[in-house]
């Protein structure tokens, strides 16, 4: 996996949202007010590792859609204070 690929984040429709490096951490954000970063990883166009567990970006949205989870790109700078390794 290099670190010049870029993980493609769509919505459970595969219209795109935004793109990630691959390394990068993404933003989630729930309906009670928290939030937690997840450290994502390029495995392919349709998968991408999130903290650890490898998911089908589409699927990954129909999830998150579902339980009502927002989720955008986070910089590493904006990530201290955010809790990691969230259940998602």
């Known amino acids: 996996m290099s670190s010049g690929n870029m993980i493609c984040f769509t919505d459970s429709r595969e219209t795109p949202l935004f793109s990630l490096s691959d ?12 939030c937690s970063c997840a450290f994502c990883r390029y495995h392919s166009e349709e998968q991408v590792e999130i ?18 989870i927002r989720y955008r790109p986070m910089s590493e700078k904006k990530r201290k ?3 990691t390794h969230g259940k998602i």
Request: hydrophobic share 25%; proline share 0%; charged share 35%.
């Open 23 to 34: 390394s990068s951490f993404l933003r989630l954000e729930y309906d009670n007010g928290d």
């Open 51 to 68: 903290d650890g567990k490898c998911r089908n970006i589409r699927q990954f949205a129909k999830q998150m859609e579902k339980n009502g």
């Open 81 to 83: 204070g955010v809790r």
